[in-house]
């Protein structure tokens, strides 16, 4: 069974400094990784993915993660927080379920990020 | 853009009612899915939906819990008879048929069983 770990529950960092949120898994196969983000009152919000090819993926809101195998990780970082980046973050895994699909997310317990001025 | 929509926002119920969550998936899409969110712990998946069937269910999603497409737009999660730990965020996902689509997610429908 696939499971995720963040072992941050809460970072602050202040406003224009870098950020990298953890995130390690556990698949038997390669996986597909997500991030989500959550403001308060609001869904999950896709901000990247990784299905195969380039372990450097872009996401929106000029986040980035990388996928590393070696290490089972699959980390979020920005170089510049924005004060509006302050919510909650999730990293998911997704279960293959046939050529390239996949069925349910693995969350983890999320990470959330306070941003000083 | 489009989006995923759960009513109500926030349901309050006592033990043992019956509660019925809502969810407009987007319209072309055909997977749909029910997560749960308990206060401080992590977002798990309770069910999927494809081609007007259940294609997996977690262990929490007993016979308490059912699923309905009612018609073309309407997803629904029904607790029959709700237990305190039911309490909790309920999320509704979709996403299209065909390979690397995402899961959108709605906002969310908070039950709380008093």
């Known amino acids: 069974a696939q499971s995720v770990t963040q072992p941050d529950i809460h970072i602050t960092v202040s406003e224009g400094a870098s950020l990298e949120l953890r995130c390690n898994y556990s698949y038997g196969a390669t996986p597909y990784l997500f991030w989500y983000v959550q403001s308060p009152g609001q869904g999950l919000q896709l901000l990247l993915k990784?299905?195969?090819?380039?372990?450097l993926v872009q996401g929106i809101k000029g986040f980035e993660a990388e996928f590393k195998r070696s290490q089972s990780s699959f980390n979020l970082r920005k170089p510049s927080v924005h004060w509006s980046d302050a919510a909650e973050y999730f990293c998911?895994?997704?279960?293959?379920?046939?050529?390239?699909?996949?069925?349910?997310?693995?969350f983890g317990q999320g990470t959330i990020l306070t941003v000083h001025p | 853009e489009p989006e995923v929509t759960q009513t109500p926002s926030h349901q309050v119920t006592q033990m043992g009612q019956e509660v019925i969550l809502r969810c407009v998936p987007i319209?072309?899409?055909?997977?749909f899915y029910w997560y749960r969110q308990i206060l401080g712990q992590k977002v798990e998946f309770l069910v999927s939906?494809?081609?007007?069937?259940?294609?997996?269910k977690s262990e929490i999603f007993d016979d308490q819990f059912s699923v309905e497409r009612p018609d073309g737009s309407n997803f629904t999660l029904k607790i029959r008879s709700t237990k305190l730990e039911d309490s909790a965020m309920y999320f509704c996902a979709s996403r299209k048929d065909g390979p690397k689509n995402i899961q959108y997610f709605g906002a969310g429908t908070r039950l709380s069983v008093l």
């Open positions: 998911a895994v997704g279960a293959r379920a046939g050529g390239t699909s996949y069925g349910k997310l693995t």
């Open positions: 939906f494809y081609n007007n069937e259940i294609s997996e």
């Open positions: 319209s072309n899409h055909l997977y």
């Open positions: 990784y299905f195969s090819g380039d372990t």
